[in-house]
Structure formats: structure tokens, C-alpha cells
């Protein structure tokens, strides 16, 4: 597997909170339903999947990728995701808005034009 350049060593991270809260590999190994060798790749692996680090995030109460959104850069952007059905709804709402805004200076035209015209 290629390895990003700005990979997060989510391993070690995990290794690391093991071994700082004296956690044995085989008792998380237990806790996710899988084998202890298992927990043992994930702990020397540079990366782990994201399905498998929930799934130890709920084991263990303890949010790594709050961990690895903290080691990102700070004027990185975050904040809510949007489903992509709410993002549906905000772009029709938006392109509305637009939509009306243009016909709302189109009207003033046309009034000023008007008020003139009766002058």
C-alpha cells in the first residue's frame, strides 16, 4: 500500500493509548470480536480502516479521530457534513434565492422606468 506524505500514524496512536492505559491487546481484541494477532497488525500498521477504528473508539470510550483531527493542520476547515440530501435541498434553496433575487432587481428596473415614464 502507497503511503501518504501526510499519513497520521493511527498504529502508533493506538499502541500508545494501550500500553499509557495498561489495556492488553487480547482484552480490545475481545471487546471488537477479533483475534488478538489482529489487534497486534493494527497496532504496528501505519493506517488503520475507519469501520475498524470505531468499532475500537466504542470499545475503548475514547475518540481517536478527534486525535487525528487534531493533528491536522488548524486553518483547516471543519464542521457538520452535510448528507448530500441536505445539500440537494440547500442548492435548490439556494439557486431559489438567487433566481428570486434577480427577478427582484429586474422588478426595480422596471418600476423606476415606470415611475419616470409618468413623470
Do not use: W
Amino acid at each position: 500500500m502507497k503511503k501518504s506524505k501526510y499519513n497520521i500514524n493511527t498504529g502508533r496512536m493506538l499502541d500508545h493509548f494501550l500500553r499509557k492505559n495498561n489495556i492488553a491487546k487480547s482484552s480490545l481484541a475481545s471487546d471488537i470480536n477479533r483475534n488478538k494477532v489482529s489487534v497486534l497488525q493494527y497496532t504496528e500498521n501505519v493506517s488503520i480502516q475507519t469501520g475498524i477504528l470505531i468499532d475500537i473508539c466504542y470499545a475503548l470510550k475514547y475518540n481517536f479521530f478527534q486525535d487525528l483531527a487534531n493533528a491536522l493542520p488548524k486553518e483547516f476547515n471543519h464542521g457538520v457534513v452535510i448528507e448530500p440530501e441536505k445539500a440537494t435541498k440547500e442548492q435548490e434553496q439556494q439557486a431559489l434565492l438567487a433566481q428570486l433575487q434577480e427577478e427582484n432587481k429586474v422588478l426595480k428596473i422596471q418600476n423606476e422606468l415606470l415611475m419616470k415614464m409618468k413623470l
